[in-house]
């Protein structure tokens, strides 16, 4: 099955400054992969997906790389502000019906300082 | 639309009880799922709901069954709790690729 391996596991920044959270996945027919930010007591929360067709999304202060060939992917963030603060999960999965269930990464507490 | 709601929101079990925990949805979704959550590692799939009158095992689905009741509702069921099941468990729903989460139900077994 899928194996998605995420780094680094906390970040801490300075607000403006920049932060980039990387993973890796296993299974090479994974073709859709999102990014969910977690607040304390919250669900995941999507803010971000690409797919394998594209190497590159932008939405606004947040963007997602994605290089298949390395079977890795990062998501990019620019002008960090402390309501950034939380957990992000890095996800892959296939786009079929019966593989659409998502394999998560270990997830980056990132703390962006005032 | 209330989006995917999960209900109890905090529970607590003796090992070798019974629950049920609840998810509904109102954005007629056809794929449903059950996650846990543990501390320093992400989401690990349960069981999940394809569609309506489908369902098929996830990555750890040992101590659990579920049931799709309607489009709507997709419930999970831990017949004797033990305290490996100690765990924040999330439902999801999807049309297509994006999952929307519910809030969790914060299980602990004793």
């Known amino acids: 099955g899928e194996n998605v391996e995420q780094h680094p596991s906390t970040l801490s920044v300075q607000e403006g400054d920049s932060a980039v959270i990387k993973c890796t996945y296993s299974?090479?027919?994974?073709?859709?992969f999102p990014w969910y930010k977690q607040e304390l007591g919250k669900g995941p929360q999507l803010i971000i997906d690409?797919?394998?067709?594209?190497g590159e999304k932008k939405d606004q202060r947040i963007a997602v790389t994605l290089n298949k060939t390395a079977k890795h992917f990062s998501l990019h963030i620019t002008e960090t502000q402390p309501e950034d603060s939380a957990v992000y999960f890095c996800?892959?999965?296939?786009?079929?019906?019966?593989?659409?269930?998502?394999?998560f990464g270990s997830g980056t507490r990132l703390q962006v300082q005032p | 639309n209330a989006g995917v709601t999960q209900t109890p929101k905090f529970q607590v079990l003796k090992t070798g009880q019974s629950m049920t925990l609840q998810c509904a949805q109102d954005?007629?979704?056809?794929?449903m799922y059950w996650y846990r959550q543990d501390p320093g590692m992400g989401l690990r799939l349960i069981y999940y709901?394809?569609?309506?009158?489908?369902?098929d095992k996830g990555e750890v689905p040992n101590g659990y069954n579920v049931s799709r009741l309607n489009k709507r509702e997709f419930s999970l069921r831990l017949e004797s709790a033990a305290p490996s099941q100690t765990s924040v468990y999330f439902c999801?729903?999807?049309?297509?690729?994006?999952?929307?989460f519910g809030p969790g139900t914060r299980l602990t077994v004793l």
């Open positions: 690409i797919r394998s067709n594209v």
């Open positions: 954005m007629n979704h056809n794929s």
């Open positions: 999801a729903s999807s049309r297509a690729h994006e999952q929307f």
């Open positions: 299974d090479s027919a994974s073709n859709y």
């Open positions: 996800a892959a999965s296939g786009t079929d019906t019966g593989r659409r269930a998502l394999t």
């Open positions: 709901s394809a569609s309506e009158g489908t369902t």
